[in-house]
């Protein structure tokens, strides 16, 4: 089974801190999502890589950078805390660059910031 | 735009009970479309996934069916359980030549079963 882990699955954090959330996948996938969720907007994309190293920007990436320097890895860094940014993080892998490819998810990050 | 809107916003039915969600979306070209399971809490877990070609697809108790022409999904779901009780999120993705950074949530269904 494709196994997508997330470092934390509660966070406190304070304004202005700089925040890591790691994700780690174990099926060799190339692609590497991480998303936002927030209650009545659904899930929106933050950044993403198909590859290592590489990465693009999603819908929502202001004030986060990511960094992906093996193949399993992704990290998600919010330099700056802002309370706007408490929510749930979702990473996600998927292999290959086809469309129909499955997006496996992990279980989440909630993150607070005070 | 593209858009994908699902109802209804939440649903309580009984254990036993059947019952239809609905997911309605403007996105062109397009590619395909699925339908996560999302517990509270949680990461969500695909259920289906169906390309414009295909009208129906079932996993378990879930059914799901594809209009492309009217562009409407609908996600059935047999005789619910406790189980059940989750966030039914509804997403597609356009054809744009390769790549997932551009699938399209909709908000989701939040089913609630109660014994």
């Known amino acids: 089974d494709v196994k997508v882990t997330q470092s934390s699955r509660y966070l406190v954090k304070r304004t202005g801190e700089k925040v890591f959330l790691e994700c780690v996948q174990d099926m060799d996938h190339e692609n590497m999502f991480w998303y936002r969720q927030d209650p009545g907007l659904g899930l929106r994309l933050i950044y993403f890589s198909y590859d290592v190293k590489m990465k693009e920007k999603g819908d929502i990436p202001e004030g986060y950078s990511v960094s992906r320097e093996k193949k399993e890895r992704f990290s998600l860094i919010l330099e700056s805390a802002s309370t706007n940014q408490t929510s749930m993080y979702l990473c996600a892998s998927t292999h290959g660059s086809s469309v129909y490819n499955e997006q496996f998810f992990g279980p989440g990050t909630r993150l607070t910031v005070l | 735009k593209n858009q994908v809107e699902q109802s209804p916003q939440s649903l309580i039915i009984l254990e036993g009970k059947n019952c239809t969600l609905q997911?309605?979306?403007?996105?062109?070209?397009?590619?395909?479309l699925r339908w996560y399971k999302q517990d509270t809490g949680r990461g969500p877990v695909s259920l289906t996934i169906?390309?414009?070609?295909?009208n129906t697809k079932s996993n378990g108790r879930y059914t799901a069916t594809l209009d492309a022409d009217t562009k409407q999904s609908s996600l059935h779901i047999t005789a619910s359980q406790l189980s059940d009780s989750a966030s039914y999120i509804c997403?597609?993705?356009?054809?744009?030549?390769?790549?997932?950074?551009?699938?399209?949530f909709g908000k989701g269904t939040k089913l609630s079963v109660k014994p």
């Open positions: 997911c309605n979306y403007t996105v062109s070209p397009f590619s395909n």
């Open positions: 169906m390309t414009f070609s295909e």
């Open positions: 997403v597609v993705s356009p054809n744009y030549g390769g790549s997932q950074g551009n699938l399209i």
